[in-house]
């Protein structure tokens, strides 16, 4: 068992649940009824090699959107914060790359342990990483233990608070789903031996917990053939500690990241999660109708996105609040001057921010300008700077474009040019196609 | 059951399997041995209603790149030349827009059979279409039926094949995976009653084939609560007609569509598809260096990718050629005019292909031009009416944007200028953002 490192540049995002009454839903010990929340820890077994994804990296540790998954598994356990302690069982090869994930990403309350030659062996060892008492006292024997897959990132508190729940009064509880498949049983030379009636059965899925005391016993009973060949442990608690464990119907969002095209799924859910939130950032001297008209624009376009806009005015509350509100797109509108300056002050703020450490942060300019009164040639040119600053800013995955919208003074027209601006901005944010960067666009 | 419409504007690919030796891989019926290939037909029940979507919309007419998913599947069917009926059983209220559907994306021997209440009531019906002499005699009754769902597109041809030699000889076939989950038996009382062991079980998937009698045959001595409860035709074969199936293994492409995330994965995964050929078109008075300085950009950028290039001289035989080999993404590079004849011109030929009726085309009008001898905004100047272009043909579902690469005399600044530009054809190519078409971007 080792420590997880002690620097940490970034916060995975804010506690979710650092309120007294996610605490108090969480029911007391068995041992003292009533007298507090249960203490929970988390396991999570991270030694697969990943071959089902027919690619040479382990699934946990392919990217998406430039992060390791597991990456965004560990912050989905961080963000429930009565989760102590998560211990992540690696491999010795892949536990330095675990360390720097760690570390570059700000985990915090992670610590590793070795991953046996099988999924069994890698939550025995994370296990006893929390029963041992450990030199430096870092870990304290939980009351229930979560056991989560490293793949399965999109685990939400509701789920988590439920299994824990139940596993604190059956002594042990897993999320289950209903089969996409039937399953059968082929007979010794291929051929169906029988096939399985889907209602009577359903797919056992993660997480599931378990009171310490429980599983930790059935591991130490556990024959040397269950822990090599054996895929559940349910059945492991009910084998060898005659506890029947509660099953909790959990949503399809708790489907875990197996093929290539899981990948993919993976992708574009989490771009759609992190679009889910655009903020229009105007300058203080704006005339304030044009900001407006283009986020009513953005609003039409992007349905049941969530659209705020604040001043420009730094350094002030509202600034701080967007950042906080963990928002991964800005559209900054500018309409009085081509200057670089704000700009440049406005990104410093987001660089210095964790937010591009997490996810690659969409920035458009907008400055609106009437195409008939300027020529449009000429304000691309006093704007070439973008095109700078955006490649100094892509060091630190952050996306800048600009995006130039026809200011008309046809009604008709300046509405059409809104909506393509709104369409080019929804395009943007929802690609976060970093080969754009730096692009001058044009509505 | 209802015939498809005469009319079919577009060809959805070619019969990839015309040649004999596809058809000399089919083995001989069992009635006259050795003598001619079987008669297949395919039946894809598809009177779902998409409730583990989540949406409206009925998961096989979610659309996928503008197509609904359907489509996509019979595209996989008819791509076997020896399949030479699909019956597509669907409900008597999306009748009228399935009829849209084969229509408007030019399906081939698709016939129409009305949805029962369940599943294996719609397979019934297709069977059943199949069965009967039909009064325009335009159906016969096939040797080998193969059973597939409306909402697997990736299918290919060799499975397709192996499951129909399997039917041929066992009578009865069907695709397996591995189970992904465990799979668990819950009690009455929501409790773990027991675990499958997962090594000896498989997820049973499609496509399955069955000799035409043994499972018609099934379904009619098929009771009640089996047509109402059953989800496994492979079972039906078995309990009726006492005939095993070969258990086949597929591969991890035959995955179902099922929740959202999958519709996302299904998505990404067209995408790819289509982005793996990429066709340059150099005009004939091209001086060639550039042309082809890009299209090594392009191949270190975009790995495993098939890129080829073609001269544009029309009408060619050549330009055909691209247009046969079911090529998306055209990269047309104009080194000595800002004339927009040339590009109208290739441009038409896309449009009145049936390219851009299957999937969104991709055309970069790519110029070259030394940033330092001629100010860029000169020559974007002499290039709005990409613009008004890219508006025209965006109807047609063709995304035309113009890319301006520095022809810079330094080396390294024009390698520089080459790699950026492959990076933004790159994501033109994959992501086929529609918002973005018209615009002029720069490398």
Redesign the interface.
């Known amino acids: 068992m080792e420590p997880g490192p002690r620097s940490r540049p970034a916060e995975p995002g804010p506690c979710v649940s650092a309120s007294p009454s996610a605490g108090a839903a969480l029911p007391a010990s068995g041992a003292e009824p009533g007298s507090r929340p249960a203490a929970v820890a988390a396991v999570l077994p991270a030694g697969g090699c990943g071959e089902?994804m027919?690619v040479r990296t382990p699934k946990q540790f392919c990217r998406v959107l430039g992060r390791p998954l597991i990456s965004y598994t560990l912050q989905a356990l961080e963000r429930v914060c009565w989760i102590k302690d998560i211990v992540v069982a690696v491999t010795r090869e892949n536990m330095e790359e675990m360390r720097n994930i760690i570390q570059r990403y700000g985990h915090k309350r992670v610590s590793l342990a070795e991953a046996g030659a099988t999924r069994h062996r890698s939550i025995f060892n994370g296990l006893k990483a929390l029963a041992e008492d450990q030199p430096d006292g870092k870990l304290t024997k939980p009351e229930v233990v979560i056991i989560h897959d490293a793949v399965r990132p999109f685990v939400d508190e509701d789920i988590l608070l439920r299994v824990v729940i139940a596993a604190n009064e059956?002594g042990?509880a897993?999320a289950?789903?209903p089969?996409?498949?039937?399953?059968?049983?082929?007979?010794a030379d291929?051929?169906?031996d029988?096939?399985?009636d889907?209602?009577?059965?359903?797919?056992?899925?993660m997480p599931q917990a378990f009171l310490f005391d429980v599983i930790y016993d059935a591991y130490q009973q556990c024959s040397d053939y269950d822990l090599e060949?054996g895929?559940?442990c349910?059945?492991l608690a009910?084998k060898y500690c005659h506890t029947?464990?509660?099953?909790l119907e959990g949503s399809?969002?708790l489907?875990?990241v197996?093929?290539?095209?899981?990948l993919?799924?993976?992708?574009?859910?989490i771009k759609?999660k992190i679009s889910q939130e655009i903020c229009v950032v105007v300058n203080t001297k704006d005339e304030e109708s044009v900001g407006y008209l283009l986020k009513e624009a953005l609003r039409n376009e992007l349905n049941c996105i969530n659209i705020t806009s604040t001043p420009l005015d730094l350094p002030g509350r509202d600034t701080q609040n967007f950042l906080m509100a963990q928002c991964y797109s800005f559209i900054h509108v500018n309409v009085v001057s081509s200057d670089s300056h704000e700009t440049q002050r406005f990104l410093s703020i987001i660089e210095e921010s964790s937010l591009p450490l997490l996810y690659p942060v969409v920035v458009v300019l907008v400055c609106f300008l009437d195409f008939t009164l300027v020529p449009l040639?000429?304000k691309?040119?006093s704007l070439v700077w973008i095109?700078d600053l955006a490649k100094e800013v892509k060091k630190s995955n952050v996306l800048l474009s600009g995006l130039l919208i026809n200011h008309s003074q046809d009604e008709q027209k300046l509405q059409e040019s809104l909506q393509?601006g709104a369409?080019?901005i929804?395009?943007l944010v929802k690609?976060r196609?970093s080969?754009?960067a730096g692009?001058?666009?044009?509505a």
Chains 1, 2 share one sequence.
């Open positions: 089902r027919g059956h042990a897993g289950i789903r089969l996409v498949s039937t399953v059968i049983s082929p007979s291929g051929c169906l029988h096939s399985l889907r209602a009577q059965h359903r797919a056992s899925e060949f895929t559940e349910l059945q009910l029947k464990a509660k099953l399809p969002d489907w875990k197996t093929y290539k095209q899981d993919y799924a993976a992708e574009s859910m759609e040639t000429q691309m040119e095109r393509q369409s080019i929804g395009s690609e196609s080969a754009l692009q001058l666009l044009v």
